[in-house]
């Protein structure tokens, strides 16, 4: 739980020292279809205007930030429609407060793309008005869909690879009796081709995860058919 603890020590730490201007940790309800949903939003900065940025903490790794994740754009086009529905309220700017556990001063001194500081702010691209609220019914459907079926005894629909955060399988060729690899696949036949017939090398195979299943990311796992039937493969 400890990364988990870390994200939720460093929202009340930020909760405690908001700028001034800013609305911190509200959260906003709307009705959909029927149903009334919700989200709460970190930090929102109000212009006069009526304009407003929204931003979000993440306390997440270094290889996140370089590559981005598409959950930070669901999430975050999710609140601006939220914040949108009041009354005259335009979003114009979504951004990601980074608080990067595994930075390393030595590596931003020489690896391009790599970040500056241990505390990045992350541009998420605003999504157009028509395809957020496109997307926002299209969840409500969804989760719908599967109340139906649960309360009439039919299939609730699974969770996608990526909606459980899946890490396929790797396959390591080291030189036997090290534990490093000399380079990792994704695939045993390209492991295979790599190692050819030298007898000094082996191949490992190192099982991936769900991260979101196994590492006490997901708040239903403890109920969850899915997770303890499913056979990983
Ligand atoms: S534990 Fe179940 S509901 Fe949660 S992410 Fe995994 S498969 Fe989905």
């Given at each position: 739980m400890?990364w988990?603890?870390?994200?939720t020590s460093?929202h009340?730490?930020f909760?405690?020292?908001?700028p001034e201007?800013?609305?911190?940790?509200?959260?906003?309800f709307?009705e959909?279809d029927?149903w009334?949903?919700?989200?709460?939003?970190?930090?929102?900065?109000?212009?006069?205007d009526?304009t407003m940025t929204?931003m979000?903490?993440k306390c997440?790794s270094?290889w996140?930030?370089?590559?981005?994740?598409?959950e930070?754009h669901?999430?975050?086009?999710f609140?601006?429609?939220?914040?949108?529905?009041k009354?005259?309220?335009k979003?114009?700017?979504l951004?990601i407060?980074?608080?990067?556990?595994d930075w390393q001063?030595a590596k931003?001194?020489?690896?391009?793309?790599y970040p500056?500081?241990?505390?990045?702010?992350?541009?998420?691209p605003l999504?157009?008005?028509e395809?957020r609220?496109?997307?926002v019914r299209q969840?409500v459907?969804?989760?719908?869909?599967?109340e139906?079926?649960?309360?009439?005894?039919?299939h609730?629909?699974?969770?996608s690879?990526?909606?459980q955060?899946k890490?396929?399988?790797?396959?390591?060729?080291?030189k036997?009796?090290n534990?490093?690899?000399?380079r990792?696949?994704d695939s045993?036949?390209?492991?295979e081709?790599f190692a050819?017939?030298?007898?000094?090398r082996e191949?490992?195979?190192r099982?991936?995860k769900r991260?979101?299943?196994e590492?006490?990311w997901?708040?239903?796992?403890?109920?969850?058919e899915q997770y303890?039937?499913e056979a990983?493969?």
């Open positions: 400890l988990s603890v870390l994200g460093v009340t730490m909760e405690r020292h908001q201007g800013h609305i911190v940790e509200e959260r906003l709307a959909v029927g009334s949903i919700s989200g709460a939003i970190d930090l929102q900065r109000s212009e006069a009526g929204i979000d903490y997440t270094v996140s930030v370089i590559h981005g994740k598409v930070w669901k999430q975050l086009n609140y601006a429609w939220l914040a949108e529905q009354d005259g309220v979003v114009i700017g951004q407060i980074a608080v990067l556990r001063r931003s001194k020489i690896e391009t793309n500056l500081a241990p505390i990045v702010i992350v541009d998420v999504w157009p008005a395809e609220d496109r997307y969840r459907k969804i989760h719908q869909e599967a139906y079926e649960r309360l009439t005894g039919g609730i629909p699974r969770c690879d990526e909606e955060w890490r396929a399988d790797t396959f390591a060729v080291k036997r009796g534990k490093r690899a000399l990792v696949f045993m036949a390209e492991a081709t050819g017939e030298a007898a000094e191949i490992e195979e099982r991936g991260v979101r299943c590492d006490n997901c708040r239903v796992a403890q109920w969850c303890e039937n990983w493969s």
